[in-house]
């Protein structure tokens, strides 16, 4: 017996109007494209303010009881991360310090805000390489590092380095100069980041006490376990600080923004308004589709065609229409991505777990649709329509 391919209907059917089809494509794929940038720009949220967590130098960190997020710094006493050096397994310790200052642009004179790392230059708080390339920038009096990923809007500060003259301008109405660079990228914070050593820190937020820190690194010696010391030094610690590991200390601040922000909230109505778009879409023109060829279905359920077979002709209607218009939604959130990128300077990429999901909420979305779609033909009597 020779083997015969089965004829495409469902296929024959969607192509018999070109134009229908085009649009209907056009619809799954907007619709697609608006789940891609709501997940894009939540996953450039909780990303961006992973960067500066995973940029610490250390194993551990010392917090306020109180702390919630990066961007809100709590202060605590130095005198409790002193007492952290007397741990075995310590290998140093080393102050973080985190405040907000006003940023002038001295082209504009606009006014922004930063996000001022203090760090020592002996130790750094953070593990950006520039910072041990610039130690000796670091050290001079009134001067900062510069983020390159801060927003545009800071001023030339960028290329009047690159021309090699520094940046001059002001940090709460006092004189400060930009002497270097570094890369860290945004965070919902501030529009600036900035580091400088921690004398000046001191310069620039006079009203900060020296005393008092906002996070402490402990740095770990090789093959010590972090969480052997993390229970060590809570139990002698003060209940006003609490130790963290690194990835704990991203738990919470993953936690603030999902839970204490409505940051998290609007962009998951956003993917639920696409993945609805979507569904809407598609159930008008299967439905259409079925109304249109309502008597071929009562024929073929009249020559006994099972109500699953006839059922079943929707259902690829529906999964092809997925399909088909999944990839070009790809490319279209692609290079809405890389606008986003350029013009913000937030991190957005196009993962494929990503893309599986959305695929996969697709899929489910038009296959629900195409369903609710055969409402009529799977109560159809043939009688009632011959």
């Known amino acids: 017996m020779s083997w015969k391919p089965r004829t495409p209907v469902a296929w024959l059917q969607l192509s018999h109007k070109p134009m229908r089809l085009l649009a209907a494509i056009a619809g799954v794929g907007f619709a697609n494209v608006l789940v891609f940038f709501q997940m894009g720009l939540s996953g450039a949220l909780y990303d961006s303010q992973k960067r500066p967590i995973q940029q610490i130098n250390g194993q551990l960190v010392l917090v306020p009881r109180r702390y919630s997020n990066f961007g809100e710094p709590l202060t605590m006493p130095r005198a409790q991360l002193a007492r952290a050096l007397g741990v075995e397994g310590v290998r140093a310790v080393t102050p ?185 879409i598609v159930y008008q023109i299967l439905y259409s589709d079925v109304g249109d060829h309502l008597g071929e279905y009562a024929t073929m359920k009249a020559m006994g065609y099972s109500d699953g077979f006839v059922v079943g002709i929707i259902l690829q209607e529906s999964l092809i229409l997925a399909s088909v218009a999944f990839l070009p939604s790809v490319l279209v959130s692609m290079g809405l991505y890389q606008i986003l990128v350029r013009s913000t300077g937030l991190l957005l990429t196009m993962t494929l777990n990503r893309a599986g999901l959305v695929f996969a909420l697709t899929l489910v979305i038009c296959g629900a649709s195409g369903w609710l779609a055969t409402g009529k033909l799977r109560r159809l009597d043939p009688a009632e329509v011959f």
């Open 96 to 280: 973080l310090y985190i405040g907000k200052i006003d940023w002038i642009n001295q082209n504009t004179r606009q006014q922004k805000q930063a996000l001022l790392f203090g760090v020592s230059p002996d130790n750094p708080a953070l593990k950006l390489p520039e910072l041990q390339q610039q130690r000796s920038l670091l050290e001079r009096p009134n001067s900062v590092l510069f983020d390159r990923g801060s927003k545009k809007s800071a001023g030339p500060v960028v290329q009047t380095l690159a021309s090699g003259r520094p940046y001059d301008t002001e940090l709460r109405g006092q004189r400060a100069q930009v002497v270097g660079l570094f890369q860290l990228g945004l965070t919902f914070a501030a529009d600036i980041n900035l580091i400088s050593s921690t004398a000046n820190f001191q310069t620039y937020l006079p009203e900060t006490n020296n005393d008092d820190i906002q996070i402490g690194v402990i740095q770990l010696n090789p093959g010590v376990s972090a969480t052997r010391v993390q229970a060590t030094l809570q139990s002698f610690l003060e209940p006003s600080v609490q130790v963290l590991t690194i990835p704990q200390l991203t738990d919470r601040e993953m936690e603030h923004w999902r839970k204490n922000s409505s940051f998290g909230l609007i962009f998951n109505l956003g993917v639920l308004v696409g993945l609805a778009v979507g569904a809407i």
